[in-house]
Nanobody
């Protein structure tokens, strides 16, 4: 059974930092592309950052220079380090794993940036 479990979310003040983690089980983690998405109420899910199985990374323009995605294949975990957080980063963040026709999602975790 495949599981993606996100952790590390919560409430943070503007300018603060959070690190999200997504622990995967039931898959050969190292061959999967790992992606972080986010979704605001009533809006479509947005790709935030991705890290391919080979390590290449990509970011949506709005988070470049502030967010860093990384992976630890030994721990089957992908991370999203979020710095200089803004209120507009408030959303539910989802972990996604993709490989060929396989596509798995975590349950999502709330990140709220507010003073």
């Amino acid at each position: 059974q495949v599981q993606l479990v996100e952790s590390g979310g919560g409430l943070v003040q503007p300018g603060g930092s959070l690190r999200l983690s997504c622990a995967a089980s039931g898959i050969i983690f190292s061959i999967y592309h790992m992606i972080w998405y986010r979704q605001l109420p009533g809006k479509q899910r947005e790709l935030v950052a991705s890290i391919l199985s080979g390590g290449n990374t990509g970011y949506v323009d709005s988070v470049k220079g502030r967010f860093t995605i990384s992976r630890d294949n030994a721990k089957n975990t992908v991370y999203l380090q979020m710095n200089s957080l803004k209120p507009e980063d408030t959303a539910v963040y989802y972990c996604n794993a993709q490989h060929l026709d396989s596509n798995y999602w975590g349950q999502g975790i709330q990140v709220t940036v507010s003073s």
